[in-house]
């Protein structure tokens, strides 16, 4: 059996960590007494830095930063593990488990003649049925919807591999389910539609009245994971979450070139919405984006390691007492000069929306960027909107640098 040689980075690691060692021993033995918790602090640095070292060289991981990343995009056969994605999920959707434990459903037809009798092969058959399914696409796709794609529960629309567009339409709604994930997907244009037929399950077709033009709406939905999507310019929100929805995060998304960006909680009167928990993570507000970075309602919301380069009236707001813990994110104000506040408190006076529980946590402010805060500091309501360790700021253009939907290839990461 051949011995390894002195130059393979494995044995190279161990003779510099045994030599380490050895020198620290010699240092201790030969200095006052130190404190043995110091001595093991230093020895996990050095042995911290030497692995960090060996991660630059590639020896390691093809690591990012990014938790959710970090979780697939190294595996070159990614292709060929596309459930292990629903385990990837952090924050306070992290048990989505979309159609984890289904089988593989490969969308062929683009098409969405009817929408009460979708064809076998579209991405609205797909989404109907009762069953747990992983949704992936034949090839890249230019899908126009007739009328909203209303899902069922326990189905991920996985777009990875193609260039898939849902836009020029209605698109999806989440409307009384549960476990969907929602990945790589260029979600734009969206147009109200209504007044109409749709199916909504193999069993069951009904009327719907007009809907938002929402790009994702989310209503009375539960266990909700939006990752890695596009999304521009639809008629309301890009993404929404109410009446009741919860346990829900939206993460990696690059979002532009819109008004309303995100509304999370129905409605000031709608106290039904004061359990809602999201995490907005790693995504990128970017530009021609106006307001409703979200804005939220109620609930608890934990906004954390996003990069905001643009927003024109102001980034995160909210009304009815919600509560909002920002970590870690990028604020970088726009140069108009009355809008360099990133919060807005909304429809009520400041002797009531003081009380509110928002802060400010390592955030980077830029260009005269300034976060209002507002409560008590070391509310215990933090806890609640709390949903994962926030990396520094200093780390989020990193973090976030391949928002949205990826391009990715058979055969070699992602």
Not at 3 to 15: D, G
Not at 228 to 250: V, W
Request: charged fraction near 20%; charge should be neutral; include cysteine.
């Amino acid at each position: 059996m051949a011995m390894p040689s002195a130059s393979s980075p494995s044995l190279s690691l161990l003779v510099f960590l045994f030599c380490l060692l050895t020198l620290t021993l010699i240092a201790v033995s030969s200095a006052p007494v130190q404190d043995p918790e110091l001595v093991v602090q230093q020895v996990q640095r050095s042995i911290y830095n030497a692995s960090a070292t060996r991660r630059k060289l590639g020896y390691l991981s093809c690591g990012t930063g990014n938790p959710i990343d970090d979780c697939w995009r190294c595996d070159p056969n990614w292709e060929k593990n596309r459930q292990r994605l629903a385990d990837c999920a952090i924050g306070f959707g992290k048990g989505a488990i979309g159609g984890r434990d289904g089988r593989i459903y490969v969308v062929t037809d683009s098409g969405d003649d009817d929408p009460v009798t979708p064809k076998p092969g579209t991405l609205r058959h797909a989404v109907i049925q009762e069953e747990p399914l992983w949704i992936i696409f034949e090839r890249d796709m230019s899908i126009k919807l007739k009328e909203e794609l209303i899902m069922n529960s326990f189905k991920t629309i996985d777009g990875r591999g193609a260039s898939v567009h849902i836009s020029g339409g209605p698109c999806i709604t989440i409307q009384f389910v549960t476990n969907i994930i929602i990945h790589g997907l260029n979600i734009h244009d969206c147009k109200q539609g209504g007044n109409a037929m749709v199916r909504d399950s193999p069993n069951h077709f009904g009327w719907r009245t007009v809907s938002d033009g929402d790009g994702v709406s989310i209503f009375g939905g539960s266990h909700v994971w939006v990752d890695h999507c596009s999304l521009s310019n639809c008629a309301d929100g890009l993404i929404d979450a109410i009446h009741g929805s919860t346990a829900i995060t939206i993460s990696n998304n690059y979002m532009t070139h819109h008004d309303k960006v995100m509304l999370l909680g129905h409605s000031d009167s709608y106290t039904q919405d004061k359990n809602m928990q999201v995490t907005i993570a790693f995504n990128h507000f970017g530009e021609g984006l106006v307001q409703r970075m979200p804005r939220c309602r109620h609930g608890y919301f934990h906004v954390v390691n996003n990069d905001y380069t643009h927003w024109e009236m102001y980034a995160i707001g909210g009304s009815a007492n919600p509560t909002i813990n920002s970590q870690g994110n990028r604020f970088s104000a726009p140069d108009i000069r009355f809008s360099k506040e990133v919060t807005k408190h909304e429809d009520a006076p400041e002797s009531e929306w003081k009380n509110w529980n928002w802060r400010s946590e390592g955030d980077m402010l830029i260009n005269g960027a300034f976060f209002t805060a507002s409560g008590a500091g070391a509310s215990s309501s933090y806890a609640k909107a709390s949903s994962l360790g926030a990396r520094p700021s200093s780390l989020v253009g990193s973090i976030t640098t391949t928002s949205g939907a990826l391009n990715c290839r058979k055969d070699s990461r992602c």
